[in-house]
């Protein structure tokens, strides 16, 4: 763990300051680990209004991706890949919030199928996030649960959605729902045509970051040159964590708290953890 932290503490200590705060700046990319990196954007010419977007990238030949999660209760992000013994991690997929425990989607874990909730057909839920092994993750509009239930016993695949990019083509989205069309803090993954992986969390409900629409989100995804990507859970859920980063590795601000800090988090089912 010391020798994680000392690659994981690269930074001035002026400028993890700022990052604590939450204030805007503009960095370069910052090597974690090799392959892993990470950068924060304030403003892109496609949203001119203010942002806080946190970007990882992962390259899957070097780093490991995995989904930690839990059943019969929620936990934080940063729990979660704390106690995995992870390098990083994001929230992923969406929770039965109202039970208190469990996804919400068909979820399927190292061949052991861990939720086998009916999602096909939902207007959002409409894509799959499968977690090979090792490899590049694949994206694709989610088949039925007897298919994932035969799927190699090595791959995790957790339903979620929309699909946003397939292929390197925008997906056909609903302009009429507001889940799709108004701001949100957003979560989501995608994978460049070069097999890397990009961690993408955008704040929002905050003066200082409105957060995005889907059709504003993909087209970020697009500058970033990305070729498949997913949505994933966002509002007060989307949160970015680093191991040995301030403010519990939390480095976005998430909106559960209503401030534009790092304290916000809300508790999850499950995340993508980076080893």
């Given at each position: 763990?010391?020798a994680?932290k000392?690659?994981l503490?690269p930074?001035?200590f002026i400028?993890l300051?700022?990052?604590?705060a939450?204030?805007?700046?503009r960095?370069?990319s910052?090597?974690l680990?090799?392959?892993?990196?990470?950068r924060?954007?304030q403003?892109?010419?496609?949203v001119?209004e203010?942002?806080?977007?946190q970007?990882?990238?992962?390259?899957?030949?070097?780093?490991?991706?995995?989904?930690?999660f839990?059943?019969?209760?929620?936990?934080p992000?940063?729990?979660l890949?704390?106690?995995?013994?992870a390098?990083?991690?994001?929230n992923?997929g969406?929770?039965?919030?109202?039970?208190?425990?469990?996804?919400?989607?068909?979820?399927?874990v190292?061949?052991?199928t861990?939720?086998?909730?009916?999602?096909q057909?939902?207007?959002q839920?409409?894509?799959?996030?499968?977690?090979?092994?090792?490899g590049?993750?694949r994206?694709?509009?989610?088949?039925?649960?007897?298919e994932?239930?035969?799927?190699?016993a090595?791959?995790?695949?957790?339903?979620?959605?929309?699909?946003?990019?397939?292929?390197g083509?925008?997906?056909?989205l609903?302009?009429s729902s507001?889940?799709?069309?108004?701001?949100h803090?957003?979560?989501?993954?995608?994978?460049?045509?070069?097999?890397?992986?990009?961690?993408?969390?955008?704040?929002?409900?905050?003066?200082?970051?409105?957060?995005?629409?889907l059709?504003?989100?993909?087209?970020?995804?697009?500058k970033?040159?990305?070729?498949?990507a997913i949505n994933?859970?966002?509002?007060g859920?989307?949160?970015?964590?680093?191991q040995?980063q301030?403010?519990?590795?939390?480095?976005?601000?998430?909106?559960?708290?209503?401030?534009f800090?790092?304290?916000?988090?809300?508790?999850v089912a499950?995340?993508?953890?980076?080893?």
């Amino acid at each position: 763990m010391n020798a994680i932290k000392k690659i994981l503490n690269p930074l001035p200590f002026i400028l993890l300051l700022l990052i604590a705060a939450c204030a805007p700046l503009r960095w370069e990319s910052v090597r974690l680990a090799p392959g892993l990196s990470w950068r924060q954007v304030q403003q892109v010419r496609s949203v001119p209004e203010p942002q806080n977007i946190q970007v990882m990238a992962v390259d899957p030949q070097l780093r490991q991706l995995e989904l930690a999660f839990v059943t019969d209760t929620f936990l934080p992000t940063s729990v979660l890949g704390e106690d995995a013994g992870a390098l990083a991690a994001i929230n992923a997929g969406f929770f039965r919030i109202r039970e208190g425990r469990g996804s919400a989607t068909y979820l399927r874990v190292r061949g052991q199928t861990i939720d086998d909730l009916p999602a096909q057909g939902h207007a959002q839920l409409n894509g799959a996030l499968v977690l090979p092994a090792q490899g590049v993750p694949r994206i694709e509009y989610a088949r039925s649960n007897a298919e994932y239930n035969a799927a190699p016993a090595d791959q995790t695949v957790l339903v979620t959605g929309p699909v946003l990019l397939l292929d390197g083509m925008v997906q056909p989205l609903d302009s009429s729902s507001d889940f799709v069309s108004q701001r949100h803090p957003r979560t989501c993954l995608c994978t460049t045509a070069r097999g890397e992986v990009l961690l993408v969390t955008v704040d929002g409900r905050h003066a200082e970051a409105l957060g995005m629409s889907l059709f504003e989100l993909t087209r970020l995804l697009e500058k970033f040159r990305c070729h498949n990507a997913i949505n994933l859970d966002g509002g007060g859920s989307t949160t970015m964590w680093i191991q040995g980063q301030p403010e519990n590795g939390v480095v976005n601000c998430p909106s559960d708290n209503a401030t534009f800090d790092h304290a916000g988090e809300r508790p999850v089912a499950n995340a993508v953890i980076v080893h």
